[in-house]
């Protein structure tokens, strides 16, 4: 089996997680890529170093080692060739992560097939120029689109299959897959929905009304949204750099036809982060 690694090393606990996946994989007879040279010591002579896409290409599985943040990361390259992803949880939530740091002895299930795959929705947001051309980004969490670049409130128009469902002021919109719907539309009021689901998840940012609700999408529909405003405002895909549009552009946000594979070693991982995780109070910073 051919394990490409994947770690975040700025989080506390990363690098010696790493040291210990290594270790542990080349014990299992596995061979261990890498998209960059890790400070391992001796253990870097297991490592093969090669270029991220083709290390992804050839692997079997894909490990992240880090936070959900890490696995967002390397999302849509894992999806799109089709390859099962495991995340190692370093960071604080990890809902994503089928294991902890403390619970490396269970890497041998991947040579037993001793687990399950979960295939998540993704979404792809479209932004269409004047001139037709086209960007498109995917995401596995959440398209949010706020002012971006200025500090004020804009009007939006939400439509699903050129139907107006929504005209609302608001700091911006979050649309989410399932899976993102345990991050930021949460925090934004959304409710959570089990993530193996097919929706679209539709949520305010600090509407100006007393009667916003989120909505919830069938995973066909094709949603269009307006605004008006001066200005720009900003497009952002599982927490990247905002993508700058105006208001002579065209958002469309859609099913992406990538769907990501996540390994879950333990079983029913998503509920038991939801006890373990979300009902606990905070870590003091």
Known sequence: MTVYIYPNLKKQFSLECTKQVIQKLSEMGCNVIASEALDVGELGKCLEI???????????????????????????????????????????????????????????????????????????????????????????????????????????????????????????????????????????????????????EFTQICPHSLFARTMLFAPNKLIEVKYRADGTIGVSADGASPIPVTKSDRIYIRKSSLRLDLIDIRGDNFFKSIGAKLMQPAKEI
Request: hydrophobic content about 40%.
């Open 50 to 200: 090669m270029d991220q896409n083709d290390a992804v290409a050839v692997c079997d599985v894909i490990i992240t080692i880090g936070g959900d943040g890490t696995i967002l990361r390397i999302a849509s390259l894992a999806a799109k060739y089709r390859k099962k992803l495991l995340g190692i949880n370093c960071g604080r939530l990890g809902f994503m992560a089928s294991l902890e740091k403390d619970e490396l002895d269970d890497l041998s299930k991947l040579l037993t097939s001793e687990y399950k795959t979960e295939s998540r929705m993704m979404l792809d947001v479209v932004i269409e120029h004047p001139d037709s051309t086209f960007a498109t980004v995917t995401a596995l969490n959440d398209i949010v689109i706020t002012h971006g670049f200025n500090y004020y409130i804009n009007d939006f128009t939400v439509l699903a299959d050129g139907t107006t469902v929504s005209s609302l002021r608001a700091d911006g919109l979050i649309f989410s897959t399932p899976t993102g719907a345990s991050a930021y539309s949460l925090s934004a009021g959304g409710p959570l929905i089990e993530p193996t689901m097919d929706c679209i």
